[in-house]
C-alpha cells in the first residue's frame, strides 16, 4: 500500500552502529578477532539486575528486562581478558579507536566535543557482563546530502560492542566475549527523514563514507543500523538490528503502515467502548483438551477483551496481526505465545471448548445478522485471549497481554521493536530513558583534536581514479572500491602491482573459490600480496593463482613459495614449455593440417592442461601459434 506521507506525517531518524577494524578492544589489548564458540577455553555464569541512576531512578526498559529472570552464560577464550568479564577495572580509551573516529566526523563534517567522557549506559539483557555499556560522545552537528534534502548528524559516539549472543535456551541465554568490547561508532541522525526511499538513501550515503576509512570491519554483523519512526497521531518507535541495507525502505513503510493500522483498530476500539476485564485462571476448561499445547501446560490463564471481536485477528503488517503483538507481549515473559478467539476453533481446540472458555470469562458473543438489522447498534462481541504455560509464567504473561491490550483502545505505543527478515518488526520493550545512563569513573575523559586528521578519498573518487588512472572498467573499479579488499588492492598497487591482475584475483577469484566451498577466509592480506607479488615478478602465471590460493587456504601456515610447491606449480623454463607445445601438436598433426590456425583454440586448451598452470598462458600461446605456423 502506498501512503502520502507528508499528510502522515512521517518522521524518521536512523542510528548506524559499525564496528572499527582496530588492532585491540577500546577498554583493553585484547585482539578484536572472533572466535568459533567450540574454541573457547572456559565459561561462568551471571544473573543481572538494573541499578539506579545519580538521580535514583529506574529506567523503565532495564525494569522490564529483569522481570523476565534469566541466567546469562559467558565463553571466555585465549584472547579475551579480566576486562571483558567485569573482573579488572577498564584501560584508557584506545588511540587507534579514536582516531578513526576523528576521521568519521570530518567526513560527517560534525562538531568535536571539547572532552569525550565516558559513560555507563544500563544494559540487562546479558550482552555485557557488567550490566551496562560503555559509551562516549565524540561529536554533534554534522550533515549528509541526499536526493531529498539534507539531513543532520545529531551525534556520534564511540562505544565498546556488546557480547555475541551465541545461543538462546529456556533458562537464559549463552553470550561469546571475543566481540564484547571491540570499538564501534554510533552515528544518529537528526529526525529529518520524511519517506521510506530517503531513509535508505541517507543509510547508504553514512555507509559509503564509513566504508571510505578504509578502517571499519567488513561482513556479516559488523554493522546494524535502527530505525527510528513516527507518524504524526502515532508514537516514537525504535526499530533495532537492521542487518541489512536493502531492508530499510520497507521497515519503514511497513511500520508506518502498522501505525495507520493501529490507529484505526484504537478508534473502533473506543467507538465500541471497549474495556479489558481482569485475567483469569480458566485451566478447568481445557481439562480434557485434544490441543497438544494445551494439554501440556500447568495453567492456562485468560482475558476478556470487550469490543475487540474480530479485532484481534486483523492484520496491521504483512502476516502479523493484533493478536501477534499481544504474543510478543506473552513471548516476553516466557510463554510460547498466545491463542485468541478471532483465531479459534483451530489447533486441537474445539468449539464447545470456545464456548465453555466464553461462558467462564462472560465473554460476549458478535452480534447476530438480526441483532444488526433491529435499528439500535448492538455492542460489538468479545474477544478472549489465553496463555498456556507454567503456572507463574502463565499468569505473568496474560497480564501483558492485558497491559497491552489496554493500549490498543488508547493510542500506538512508543516501545523498542526488532527488525525482522521480511520487512516487519516485533516488539522488544518499552524505549529506554535517561535514566539508564550515568558517568564512567574508572576512564579518563580524553581532548579530541581534529588538527592533524585528513579526510580520507571517497569510495565515489576512488571508482573514477581507479578508471582513469589505473585502467580497470566502471564495474570492476566500483567491485574494489566498495568491496571487503580495497585497502589491500591500494598496497597492492603501491607496490607496483599490475591493477588489473591485482582487481581480478581479489574480486573475481577469490569469489571463485569462496563458491567452490575453498576456505579462503583463512588468507591474510600477506598471503595475497605475496601471491600478487609472485604473479608480477614472473614467478607464478596467473593460470596458477587458484591452485596456490587453494593450498594456502587450506595450510595457512606456508609461505606463497611453499605454497606453489605444495600445489606442484614449480616453474617450468620456456624451452620445457616448448618441449609440451611440440609433442601437443605432433600428436594432433593430422588437424593441423587440415585446420591450421583454426585448430589452436583445442590445442591451447589441451597444452595448458598437461602443463597445470606452470606456465604463463601468453608464453604458451606464442610458442602453440609458432609451431602450428611451421607446419601449415
Do not use: W
Not at 112 to 132: E, L
Not at 399 to 408: C, H, L, N, S
Amino acid at each position: 500500500m502506498s501512503y502520502d506521507y507528508d499528510e502522515l506525517g512521517l518522521v524518521a531518524g536512523l542510528e548506524i552502529h559499525q564496528q572499527l577494524d582496530t588492532a585491540t578492544k577500546l577498554f583493553c589489548n585484547c585482539p578484536t578477532e572472533r572466535r568459533d564458540p567450540e574454541e573457547s577455553v572456559r565459561s561462568f555464569t551471571r544473573y543481572l539486575h538494573p541499578t539506579k541512576s545519580e538521580l535514583g531512578e529506574l529506567d523503565e526498559a532495564a525494569l522490564e528486562e529483569s522481570r523476565v529472570d534469566r541466567e546469562f552464560e559467558y565463553l571466555a577464550f585465549d584472547t579475551t581478558c579480566l576486562v571483558e568479564e567485569d573482573d579488572e577495572p577498564p584501560h584508557r580509551l584506545d588511540s587507534e579507536a579514536l582516531d578513526t573516529a576523528m576521521e568519521i566526523a570530518s567526513l560527517l563534517d560534525c562538531e568535536v566535543v571539547d572532552q569525550a567522557h565516558v559513560m555507563r549506559k544500563i544494559v540487562v539483557d546479558g550482552s555485557n557482563t557488567s550490566g551496562f555499556q560503555r559509551s562516549s560522545l565524540i561529536a554533534t552537528d554534522g550533515e549528509i546530502e541526499t536526493d531529498d534534502g539534507p539531513v543532520g548528524i545529531a551525534d556520534m559516539l564511540l562505544e565498546e560492542e556488546s557480547a555475541a549472543r551465541i545461543e538462546e535456551q529456556e533458562q537464559g541465554v549463552t553470550y561469546g566475549l571475543d566481540r564484547l568490547g571491540i570499538p564501534l561508532v554510533e552515528i544518529g541522525t537528526k529526525p529529518d527523514i520524511r519517506s521510506p526511499e530517503q531513509a535508505l538513501e541517507a543509510a547508504e550515503r553514512i555507509g559509503m563514507l564509513l566504508r571510505s576509512t578504509g578502517k571499519v570491519k567488513r561482513g556479516l554483523g559488523t554493522i546494524r543500523q535502527d530505525v527510528n519512526v513516527s507518524i504524526e497521531e502515532g508514537a516514537r518507535v525504535e526499530m533495532k538490528g537492521v542487518q541489512s541495507l536493502e531492508d530499510i525502505d520497507d521497515l519503514v513503510e511497513n511500520e508506518v503502515g502498522r501505525q495507520v493500522e493501529l490507529l484505526d483498530i484504537a478508534d473502533e476500539l473506543q467507538d465500541r467502548g471497549a474495556a479489558v476485564a481482569e485475567p483469569r485462571d480458566v485451566t478447568e476448561v481445557f481439562a480434557e483438551t485434544d490441543s497438544g499445547v494445551i494439554a501440556g501446560a500447568e495453567k492456562v490463564t485468560a482475558v476478556r477483551l470487550e469490543g475487540f471481536d474480530g479485532l484481534v485477528g486483523r492484520e496491521i503488517q504483512p502476516d502479523r496481526r493484533l493478536g501477534t503483538e499481544f504474543s510478543d507481549h506473552a513471548k516476553r515473559h516466557g510463554a510460547g505465545g498466545i491463542f485468541h478467539t478471532d483465531e479459534l476453533p483451530a489447533y486441537g481446540v474445539t468449539e464447545d471448548e470456545v464456548e465453555a472458555l466464553r461462558e467462564t470469562v462472560d465473554a460476549r458473543e458478535a452480534p447476530s445478522a438480526s441483532d444488526s438489522a433491529s435499528g439500535d447498534k448492538p455492542r460489538a462481541g468479545d474477544a478472549v485471549a489465553l496463555v498456556a504455560a507454567d503456572a507463574e509464567v502463565a499468569e505473568q504473561a496474560i497480564e501483558a497481554v492485558a497491559d497491552r491490550a489496554e493500549v490498543a483502545i488508547e493510542e500506538v505505543p512508543e516501545e523498542t521493536r526488532g527488525a525482522n527478515e521480511d520487512g516487519t518488526s516485533r516488539y522488544l520493550r518499552p524505549l529506554p530513558g535517561a535514566a539508564r545512563m550515568y558517568p564512567e569513573t574508572d576512564v579518563p575523559p580524553v581532548e579530541p583534536d581534529l588538527t592533524d586528521v585528513e579526510p580520507p578519498e571517497l569510495l565515489t573518487e576512488k571508482v573514477q581514479r581507479y578508471q582513469e588512472d589505473l585502467g580497470l572498467g566502471e564495474s570492476l573499479a566500483e567491485q574494489v572500491a566498495y568491496g571487503r579488499f580495497m585497502t589491500t588492492f591500494e598496497e597492492a598497487v603501491d607496490r607496483g602491482i599490475d591493477p588489473t591482475t591485482a582487481a581480478g584475483m581479489l574480486e573475481s577469484t577469490l569469489t571463485e573459490l569462496r563458491r567452490d566451498d575453498v576456505p579462503v577466509g583463512n588468507l591474510t592480506e600477506d598471503h595475497l600480496l605475496e601471491v600478487l607479488q609472485l604473479v608480477e615478478d614472473g614467478d607464478l602465471p596467473n593460470e596458477g593463482i587458484n591452485p596456490v590460493l587453494t593450498a594456502l587456504s587450506e595450510e595457512p601456515g606456508l609461505t606463497a613459495e611453499e605454497a606453489i610447491e605444495e600445489a606442484g606449480l614449480g616453474g617450468v623454463s620456456r624451452e620445457d614449455v616448448r618441449e609440451v607445445v611440440v609433442e601437443v601438436v605432433s600428436r594432433n598433426e593430422d588437424q593441423v593440417e587440415a585446420e591450421g590456425m583454426g585448430a589452436f583454440s583445442g590445442l591451447m586448451g589441451e597444452c595448458m592442461g598437461q602443463l597445470r598452470g606452470k606456465a604463463d598462458g601468453e608464453v604458451v600461446s606464442e610458442l602453440l601459434r609458432e609451431e602450428i605456423g611451421k607446419r601449415t
